[in-house]
């Protein structure tokens, strides 16, 4: 059984799925494949999972950094999505790293010659784990933010909240004269 609680984030409500203890899905209302990884679910806002990931959502968003590998996380996807988000559980809080990056790190673990940028893309945006598997942290090799499924806005404000110099991304700078 999947059961299902909201979040009030200071960036809008937030969705968030668990199954057996573990969190399968975390969305802000309305981005782009919301509530992808459940079918039926019933909602649930007081059980321990739900409890323990609001917390740590708290701690986040009051500018601490946990660490995801407090909560017991299980977003459903094939092996290559899971290995791009497993790569994304690596950047550290303050960073961010390119999609070619993590093709190039991908192809190098897996053994391979090449990993398609575009390919590591497609498993980025549809990671159903926002926030806490940080695809937030992806940018544009050539200094743009590029998308985000949750909002260009909400990428802004969660990288700014993580410590990250803003002053190096054109989106950024064009919204500031704004352009965009």
Same mark, same amino acid.
């Given at each position: ?7 009030? /984030? +200071? $960036?809008? !409500? ?6 057996? @203890? &573990?969190?399968? @899905?975390?969305?802000?209302?309305? =981005? #782009? ?5 459940? /079918?039926?679910?019933? +909602? ?5 999972? /739900? ?8 701690? *986040?968003?009051?500018? =601490?950094? +946990?660490?995801?590998?407090? $909560?017991?996380?299980? +977003? %459903?996807?094939? !092996?290559?999505?899971? %290995? ?29 010659? =090449?990993? /398609? &940028? ?6 980025? %945006? ?21 998308? *985000? &499924? ?16 803003? &002053?190096?991304? #054109? ?6 004269? @704004?352009?965009?």
């Amino acid at each position: 059984m999947i059961y299902t609680a909201s979040y009030s /984030s +200071p $960036l809008g !409500d937030m969705l968030l799925a668990q199954k057996d @203890g &573990a969190l399968v @899905g975390l969305w802000f209302e309305g =981005q #782009k494949y919301y509530g992808a990884a459940i /079918s039926e679910a019933v +909602p649930k806002d007081d059980d321990k999972t /739900s409890v323990k990931v609001k917390r740590w959502l708290d701690r *986040y968003f009051a500018g =601490q950094k +946990p660490d995801a590998a407090e $909560l017991a996380l299980a +977003p %459903a996807g094939s !092996d290559f999505r899971q %290995a791009v988000w497993a790569v994304l559980r690596e950047i550290p809080y303050g960073k961010t790293i390119s999609y070619g990056a993590i093709a190039r790190t991908l192809a190098k673990r897996k053994g391979f010659e =090449q990993v /398609s &940028a575009r390919a590591v893309g497609g498993a980025v %945006a549809h990671n159903p784990v926002s926030v806490i598997i940080p695809c937030h942290r992806v940018v544009g090799s050539d200094g743009n933010l590029t998308g *985000y &499924a949750g909002g260009i806005d909400k990428k802004i404000k969660l990288l700014e909240l993580e410590g990250v110099d803003m &002053a190096m991304f #054109k989106d950024v700078r064009r919204a500031s004269k @704004g352009a965009v």
